[in-house]
């Protein structure tokens, strides 16, 4: 089991839709990412928080908006999404920038 | 951008047999790591490297981080059927980003 929990496991929304993906841990960490996974294919960064401040957005479309409301929490608000954004969504943590990341098993996304 | 060539792509050995897989950079890095993903789960640090030289093990895998600071290896011994998974490398500068390797997907013959 990991330490970093993600809800929901799962999610299809039409192109329409808005819907959030919520990342969630409790060791501490100061430093929380948002990740997209294609099938085959490593993690690609999306976003870093560091002590809830965004530091770091690699040019990810507006459709996609980070959210960091404590310590604790990340979220991803998902709006008017296409369907190439249809991917694994992983969240990870770490102590500071430094340290190692961990990661939650993700959200498969699917849009229809 | 920066990358990393991990190599081989994909492996299939028979259990016990050991592994070995390695990635390489034309850039220096400060941290090696090394990750595994099963199907429908997220990636799970196996080891984590600091110091360029350094040999650590976790049970049947060691992992060393380069001298040059530009590579690292890992290996496992007499493996498993559990061992089957996708392994990524990973290497940082200090600066948030990893950068990962393509990975390398092993499937183990019973």
């Known amino acids: 089991d990991t330490e970093v929990t993600q809800t929901p496991k799962h999610l299809v929304m039409g192109m329409t839709n808005k819907k959030s993906l919520k990342c969630e841990q409790h060791?501490?960490?100061?430093?929380m990412y948002w990740y997209k996974q294609k099938a085959k294919k490593p993690p690609e960064l999306m976003f870093v928080y560091s002590y809830e401040k965004l530091s770091i957005n690699e040019s990810v479309p507006s459709r996609f908006s980070p959210e960091c409301p404590n310590s604790s929490l990340l979220n991803l608000h998902l709006h008017a999404l296409q369907p190439e954004d249809s991917a694994l969504y992983l969240c990870?943590?770490?102590?500071?920038?430094?340290?190692?990341?961990?990661f939650g098993d993700g959200t498969r996304l699917s849009i229809l | 951008g920066q990358q990393l060539n991990q190599s081989p792509q994909s492996m299939f050995i028979q259990e016990g047999e050991d592994v070995s897989m390695n990635c390489t950079s034309s850039s220096i890095f400060n941290t090696w790591l090394w990750y595994k993903q099963d199907p429908g789960e997220g990636p799970v640090l196996l080891i984590a490297l600091y110091k360029a030289g350094e040999l650590t093990s976790n049970g049947r895998l060691t992992a060393q981080f380069g001298i040059t600071r530009k590579d690292s290896f890992l290996n496992i011994s007499a493996s498993i059927p559990s061992d089957v998974g996708i392994y990524f490398c990973?290497?940082?500068?200090?600066?948030?980003?990893?950068?990962f390797g393509q990975g390398t997907r092993l499937t183990i013959n019973p």
């Open positions: 990973a290497g940082s500068q200090g600066a948030q980003k990893l950068v």
């Open positions: 990870a943590s770490s102590l500071n920038r430094v340290q190692p990341q961990h």
């Open positions: 060791m501490g960490h100061r430093a």
